[in-house]
């Protein structure tokens, strides 16, 4: 490109203005000397850890345990501060401390006989291990970490040099005082919490905290309140975010899986959604049903009566029926979605209780539909209609919904490239060839594909949520959140159909297939991998893809690693419903400065018993790649933009030596 000299003149105008606003931060040339090399020393230390996991599914205590255990690594500080000191069982003592303070302190009281020394002994070992967590971090950074009521008593703690051995006396001085003052135990859950925080620098979560499990909103707590955290929406996920925007589509398939699942604590307790409209609904037009296919899928360890059990069926069937209605109204008015093959109510025989698909007939395991005309299959009747809009303003006017569903919007996305790791839960719609496919979006008829997919499909999920001026738009940004829960070319979903209806009406499981998209046939392939690595901008050599969305079943050999080590799927199945499928109760990753491991859990028993018996999760670690050099700040994202900063400051000195800008003193 060739410059004009007004270009030139137009260009050192802005950079003299950026770098007078600059200058207002660091106004003297030592102040601006300082920050350049407080910047070098971050550049310098070792890369924080990152911690990534997927398909929580609601079940929050292994969740909750996992994040407290960091997967396995606070475990490893602390074997690396003490394990050639303390017995196995001294570390895992320390260890359920360290996850579960607050409980473990109360067993703790009425186990111990001196608890003064128990409490020294225990300060002393927190205040090892958290020097040894914060040891790759700035001052500053773990000065933001500290709990207030005691930061300064910490830092002074923890900043403790060998070589300040003689001031032995001032910090037990300190410990004494705490003791004393009757505030160990709060000491003792700030230090755990910290040494918590610490061990894990940026937690990913690669899709799916919703359905199934029992406590998806106890996991979104977690999760709002946790330090630094992304996510990576799953298709569950989108679900909650259409129904939290108010696509009754959305809502009626949320409660159809909490029904499934017997989940309806989540929905009541959780976001403060009455269910009695649709519990009425279902007494009044199923009473003499058994909805027999209906019945839940109990995982749960609590225990239903027989009548809580029967009226969640008769629930179950009844939102479902409105379900497969609301759907049919949304690929009616969306041909562009190619899904007219799940118009399925208009291919029943209601007088027969059969059904026609693909040329075949198939006889329906349950032939009663009191809701459906079967003139106008999709009508909902006077009474759906009032239910559903019942239920729409309850899922709008839920505070903690909504609060939630915010949090994902805020710190979620489609997808993520975060220090040369790619993630995103499901696939990316490629053709059998491996290319990328196509696809339409839009009454425009405009086709996008890879990158530009992804990127178009996350505007129109935030319209469907945001756009309240513009009810079109709102309206089809909704319709796209719901297509990205099951559509055909969804990359959250990857699979030609949901066959939800077939499952629940028709035994032939030939009619229950969902062919996977051709993305999983070629997981294996290192070339796919790295087309995919150049579309999103990344180095194919050092990169990795990192998916959820499809269980590993190990039992049956599968392996999480996939193309030599550029592909890893991490959904091992924290969900109980699968487990017997995995084998396994997750896979989480560990990308620290060493390189990146693999953890594999074993199932998680309770939370109760992880404190009780100090049972942590059984996990075995995997290393899949080792740095040869130790990774440093330097060389993440973070670390990019540091560098840019130095630049900048460097030119701000320079304008300074040279009188261009004067200092201010
Ligand atoms: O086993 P369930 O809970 O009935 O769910 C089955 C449905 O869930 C899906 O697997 C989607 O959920 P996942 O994203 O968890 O895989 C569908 O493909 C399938 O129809
Ligand atoms: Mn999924």
């Excluded at 027969?352 to 198939?362: A, F, R, V």
């Excluded at 996305?413 to 290319?435: Q, R, T």
């Excluded at 990019?640 to 030119?651: C, F, G, H, R």
Aim: charged content about 30%.
């Amino acid at each position: 490109m060739i410059y004009s000299n007004d270009d030139v003149i137009q260009g050192f105008d802005e950079e003299l203005r950026y770098l007078n606003l600059l200058s207002k931060q660091f106004p003297t040339i030592a102040s601006a000397c300082t920050e350049i090399i407080n910047l070098q020393a971050i550049l310098n230390l070792p890369k924080g850890t990152e911690h990534f996991l997927s398909d929580i599914h609601g079940e929050c205590e292994s969740f909750n345990h996992v994040i407290k255990n960091g997967s396995g690594n606070i475990k490893r500080k602390i074997t690396e501060v003490y394990g050639d000191t303390l017995s196995e069982k001294e570390i895992k003592s320390l260890a359920t401390l360290i996850y579960y303070p607050e409980q473990k302190l109360e067993i703790i009281h009425k186990q111990e006989e001196d608890i003064e020394e128990w409490y020294r002994i225990t300060i002393y070992r927190l205040i090892e291990i958290s020097r040894k967590a914060a040891f790759k971090y700035s001052r500053m950074k773990v000065r933001k970490a500290l709990p207030e009521e005691f930061a300064y008593i910490i830092e002074e703690l923890m900043h403790r040099g060998p070589e300040e051995y003689d001031k032995e006396e001032y910090y037990s001085g300190i410990i004494k005082a705490i003791i004393k003052i009757g505030r160990a135990d709060e000491f003792i859950i700030a230090m755990s919490k910290l040494i918590q925080r610490l061990v894990i620098d940026r937690l990913h979560i690669v899709g799916d905290i919703f359905d199934r499990g029992p406590g998806a909103d106890v996991v979104m707590d977690t999760i709002t309140k946790y330090h630094s955290v992304d996510i990576q929406w799953g298709n569950h996920d989108v679900l909650w975010m259409g129904a939290a925007a108010g696509s009754v589509a959305c809502i009626a398939t949320v409660l159809r899986i909490c029904a499934r699942y017997v989940n309806l604590d989540t929905i009541e307790d959780g976001y403060g959604i009455n269910m009695l409209p649709l519990a009425t609904f279902a007494l009044e037009f199923y009473n003499s049903d058994e909805c027999a296919s209906f019945k839940p899928i109990v995982e749960s360890d609590k225990i239903y009566t027989d009548n809580d059990l029967k009226l969640i069926a008769k629930m179950h069937k009844a939102i479902s029926i409105i379900q497969f209605k609301l759907e049919g109204e949304i690929i009616k008015r969306r041909p562009h979605f190619n899904m007219e093959d799940r118009l399925l109510l208009n291919k029943i025989n209601y007088s027969e209780g059969t059904i026609e698909l693909n040329g075949k007939t198939y006889s329906l395991n349950d032939k009663c539909f009191p809701t459906i005309n079967p003139d106008k299959p999709y009508e909902l009747t006077q009474e759906e209609r009032e239910l559903m809009e019942k239920l729409k303003s309850s899922f709008l006017n839920s505070e903690k919904l909504q609060k939630h569903v915010r949090f994902l919007f805020s710190n979620g996305s489609m997808y993520l490239k975060f220090n040369s790791n790619l993630l995103y839960h499901g696939c990316i719609p490629v053709n059998d060839d491996g290319s990328f496919k196509k696809v339409k979006i839009g009454s425009s008829g405009k086709y996008y594909s890879g990158k530009s997919y992804f990127d178009r499909l996350e505007i129109l999920v935030r319209e469907g949520y945001f756009h309240i001026n513009n009810p079109e738009a709102r309206l089809y940004g909704m319709d796209i959140t719901w297509y990205l829960w099951t559509g055909p070319d969804s990359p959250l979903f990857g699979k030609d159909k949901m066959t939800t209806f077939e499952r629940y009406f028709i035994d032939d499981k030939e009619t229950h297939v969902e062919k996977k998209s051709p993305y999983f046939k070629l997981e294996d392939s290192e070339k796919m991998c790295r087309m995919i690595f150049e579309e999103f901008g990344l180095n194919p050599e050092v990169s990795h893809i990192i998916n959820g969305h499809m269980p590993v079943k190990l039992k049956s050999g599968e392996s999480p690693i996939r193309a030599n080590g550029k592909l890893l799927v991490i959904d091992g199945g924290f969900s109980r419903a699968y487990q017997k499928a995995t084998g396994i109760a997750g896979y989480t990753l560990i990308y620290n400065s060493y390189g990146l491991l693999l953890v594999s859990h074993d199932p998680f028993e309770s939370t109760q018993v992880a404190i009780e018996e100090e049972k942590d999760i059984h996990s075995t670690t995997m290393v899949l790649e080792k740095e040869v050099e130790r990774k440093r700040v330097r060389d993440t994202d973070d670390g990019e933009k540091l560098i840019a900063q130095i630049k900048d400051l460097e030119m701000l000195l320079d304008a300074y030596r040279i009188g261009l800008i004067k200092e201010q003193r």
